[in-house]
């Protein structure tokens, strides 16, 4: 009872609840030059780029945006932001003050599918989309209304899809796939509307672009650039791949395939050397052209500056990617990532909590970069493994190095592929056992061995001669099954397995193996499974619980399995009945022995009361939680600080939590950071501080008691105030900790207000 008081203290407040978002910033949408500074639009969030000391700033949910992935930009004269996001959101944001406003009436529009264009004219800001233009204009209340639509642009078809918008004066400027259609804003409403099409001296009817110059309206089609001079079009360029046109730098910037181009009245001679996968650009207040990048498995992203000599590039610090499917620890407490949806993105990020690094194409190539990579385990010898659906598994090297292994002479051939497509390696699941052994899932392996382990002397020393060994499908409850997915240990040894195919055959499930310490002798080997209870055969999430537990997440809910037997096909698999036909994607199980649910709708956290099936939390994207998605892909607590990490489709939250391992007894009261800005965050204990429930009180020099904090306070970490929600003064101040077998320890914080 005493553990669901502490739990249920901790999901009260909101105010004390800590949050980070770790998003992938490199794929650039969209780049603006405003007030000083650069700002790209990404899809992790808003990058803000300083010029002169060339340093990122990264804005997500955290910071008020309503979504994670942005699509466009927009500025004001006066350095005011319009963000436009894939999910439809439209808020302005003020550099140094954050975000102002948030346009909701668009996004609940039932026509509304897509946001394509933005520009910000005297009257307001108009937003083009799969049915005409938007026109957001702000009240006397100051608040950001959507006033009007225009859907009936002239001659052209009704609700026609506009992708390109453009403010000139008095004109509101529209391009479609049929031709541009120009309203005049001075007429009343419905606007009056004229076309033009090829008929018209367009070079194609079919727009990309549209930008607005001195030299007047520039309009980039499918058949080339045309410039309207105020009476008539003519075609000033046949290049007919521009997908971006911008004003600025006093010219007018295309984007084309190879590079970018600027108008010199005459001609378009290109900046710069030629390069590809730009998505758009722009120009600083001194005329220098920078471009925002495409992140792929060709480009790394980020964004880049023009030079007579080529392009200077600059990346922002982050993972490799916003899918994250599987996350661990080092033994030094580094976060490791892994996941991606494509080049680029696959391959392994890790984090020290102040630093990126991350191993993945373009600067590394090969097969397994170009993979999904699906699970992560770090090794006793310092080394990372990562396990791919398609590329095979690679060792990270402490020293830097990486090797390889799949179905090729090169890398030594330990795995292979499935029948007609050996080179297809899916090894997603892996494991490290209490021995340093690495257990590897082979699914769908063409020689039937499905289960491999790579014995940790190999690890120590990897030689050719050196032996792996493997257990054939057959040896796995004598089935003939080989679709494995998941592998996880528990506390006798023995491997837990599962299947992951949506289609239901004989054989799938979850089964355990165990060799019996004997790695190469088969006759006191044992399995069992497939075990009943089980609702459907795609299991999701599989997890090893320290208190005795399997637990499998699958398509249709979540299961449990009491392990801690020597016959675990006696016992049958328990649904959580509350959880039914919710996809549990992702488990966890934090130090207090609570159970972290990871679904497409959030995060449910439950009580480690196994049969009361207590609901601790749930987190969601909503205020004040700060999912930056509700599908949730992967889940992972640091036993040693209590951060939750929660991956989702768009990006990684961090969670402060008070559930992490103290160890048994204080032996010393250590806290992060010290000295303690409480304008930065919170001053968190560390080590064994808060050991045994322990409860800490903070003094000054003389003496005076400023703070008392429960645990679960001071687990949360202290806020710099004390206990009447004043701010303590800059100083030194002296803090004890008692636990529950009287035991004390003490320590020092410096707090410097800045």
């Known amino acids: 009872m005493a553990v669901m008081l502490w739990l249920l203290v901790w999901a009260g407040p909101a105010s004390a609840d800590q949050w980070r978002t770790l998003t992938d910033?490199?794929?650039?949408?969209?780049?603006?030059?405003?007030?000083?500074?650069?700002?790209?639009?990404?899809?992790?969030?808003?990058?803000?780029?300083?010029?002169?000391?060339?340093?990122?700033?990264?804005?997500?949910?955290?910071?008020?945006?309503?979504?994670?992935?942005?699509?466009?930009?927009?500025?004001?004269?006066?350095?005011?932001?319009?963000?436009?996001?894939?999910?439809?959101?439209?808020?302005?944001?003020?550099?140094?003050?954050?975000?102002?406003?948030?346009?909701?009436?668009l996004h609940n529009d039932d026509k509304l599918l897509r946001l394509n264009n933005i520009a910000i004219g005297r009257r307001g800001v108009y937003v083009a989309y799969n049915i005409g233009i938007a026109w957001i204009c702000r009240t006397d209340y100051d608040i950001w209304v959507w006033q009007d639509r225009y859907v009936h642009l002239g001659d052209f078809p009704l609700e026609e899809e506009v992708v390109a918008v453009a403010v000139e004066g008095d004109?509101?400027?529209?391009?479609?796939?049929?031709?541009?259609?120009?309203?005049?804003?001075?007429?009343?409403?419905?606007?009056t509307w004229e076309n033009f099409t090829t008929t018209d001296g367009l070079a194609g009817n079919g727009v990309r672009d549209i930008a607005v110059s001195e030299d007047g309206v520039f309009a980039a089609t499918d058949g080339g650039i045309s410039l309207w001079d105020g009476s008539g079009w003519s075609t000033v360029s046949n290049r007919r791949d521009i997908t971006r046109l911008v004003a600025g730098g006093g010219t007018v910037l295309a984007v084309a395939g190879d590079g970018v181009y600027s108008w010199d009245c005459a001609a378009w001679p290109r900046l710069g050397t030629a390069r590809n996968r730009i998505t758009s650009v722009t120009?600083?207040?001194?005329?220098?052209?920078?471009?925002?990048?495409?992140?792929?498995?060709?480009?790394?992203?980020?964004?880049?500056?023009?030079?007579?000599?080529?392009?200077?590039?600059?990346?922002?610090?982050?993972?490799?990617?916003?899918?994250?499917?599987?996350?661990?620890?080092?033994?030094?407490?580094?976060?490791?990532?892994?996941?991606?949806?494509?080049?680029?993105?696959?391959?392994?990020?890790?984090?020290?909590?102040?630093?990126?690094?991350?191993w993945t194409a373009p600067a590394q190539s090969g097969r397994f970069y170009g993979c999904q990579s699906r699970s992560v385990s770090p090794d006793l010898d310092g080394g990372v493994w990562v396990g791919t659906f398609g590329g095979g598994i690679a060792r990270f090297n402490p020293d830097g190095t990486v090797d390889f292994y799949d179905y090729s002479e090169e890398t030594g051939s330990r795995l292979i592929g499935y029948e007609g497509h050996l080179n297809s390696v899916l090894a997603s699941g892996l494991t490290t056992d209490a021995a340093g052994n690495v257990w590897v899932v082979n699914r769908s392996a063409a020689d039937g061995n499905i289960l491999i382990c790579i014995p940790r002397d190999f690890i120590q020393g990897p030689?050719?001669?050196?032996?792996?060994?493997?257990?054939?499908?057959?040896?796995?409850?004598?089935?003939?099954?080989?679709?494995?997915?998941?592998?996880?240990?528990d506390s006798r040894g023995r491997k837990w397995l599962a299947t992951t195919d949506p289609t239901?055959?004989?054989?799938?499930?979850?089964?355990?193996?165990?060799?019996?310490?004997?790695?190469?002798?088969?006759d006191d080997d044992r399995s069992w499974g497939p075990i009943a209870g089980m609702g459907s055969p795609q299991v999701l999430s599989l997890v090893w619980d320290p208190a005795g537990y399997i637990w499998a997440g699958s398509i249709d809910g979540v299961y449990y399995l009491n392990a801690d037997v020597s016959d675990p096909e006696s016992e049958r698999f328990t649904p959580v009945y509350d959880l039914r036909d919710e996809p549990v994607n992702a488990i966890a199980i934090d130090p207090a022995g609570n159970k972290w649910f990871g679904t497409n709708h959030g995060v449910e956290i439950r009580s480690p009361l196994l049969f009361q099936y207590e609901v601790i939390r749930r987190i969601t994207t909503e205020p004040p939680d700060m999912l930056p998605n509700q599908v949730v892909r992967s889940i992972s607590i640091d036993p040693r600080t209590g951060w939750a990490y929660i991956g989702t489709d768009e990006g990684t939250a961090a969670l402060l939590t008070p559930y992490r391992d103290y160890g048994p007894v204080i032996e010393e009261v250590t806290v992060e950071p010290n000295p303690f800005n409480p304008n930065d965050g919170r001053m968190i204990f560390t080590g064994s501080s808060l050991a045994n429930d322990a409860s800490a009180r903070i003094y000054t020099p003389d003496g005076r008691l400023v703070r008392r904090l429960s645990h679960d306070e001071a687990a949360i970490g202290w806020n710099g105030l004390d206990d009447h929600s004043r701010r303590v003064a800059d100083g030194i101040y002296l803090i004890l900790t008692n636990s529950s077998d009287c035991r004390a320890g003490q320590g020092k914080v410096a707090v410097i207000w800045e």
């Open 25 to 105: 910033q490199r794929d650039v949408r969209d780049i603006i030059y405003s007030e000083g500074g650069l700002w790209c639009a990404t899809s992790g969030g808003l990058t803000g780029f300083d010029i002169e000391p060339k340093r990122f700033e990264s804005f997500t949910n955290i910071d008020g945006l309503r979504g994670i992935g942005l699509a466009r930009l927009a500025a004001e004269s006066a350095g005011g932001l319009w963000l436009m996001f894939d999910n439809r959101y439209l808020q302005r944001f003020q550099p140094g003050t954050g975000v102002t406003h948030s346009v909701d009436a």
């Open 283 to 358: 120009a600083d207040g001194q005329g220098r052209v920078w471009a925002g990048m495409l992140r792929d498995g060709l480009s790394a992203g980020g964004i880049a500056l023009a030079s007579d000599t080529g392009w200077v590039e600059y990346l922002p610090q982050g993972p490799a990617t916003n899918l994250v499917m599987d996350m661990n620890f080092t033994r030094e407490g580094d976060l490791l990532m892994v996941g991606g949806r494509g080049g680029g993105e696959c391959g392994l990020s890790r984090w020290n909590g102040s630093h990126w690094q991350i």
């Open 504 to 522: 239901p055959s004989p054989g799938q499930g979850v089964y355990a193996f165990d060799e019996n310490g004997t790695l190469d002798d088969s």
């Open 463 to 489: 030689r050719p001669d050196r032996e792996w060994y493997y257990f054939h499908h057959s040896r796995i409850n004598e089935f003939n099954y080989k679709l494995f997915e998941h592998v996880v240990v």
């Open 171 to 191: 004109y509101l400027w529209a391009g479609t796939a049929v031709g541009i259609a120009r309203g005049d804003l001075n007429s009343l409403a419905p606007l």
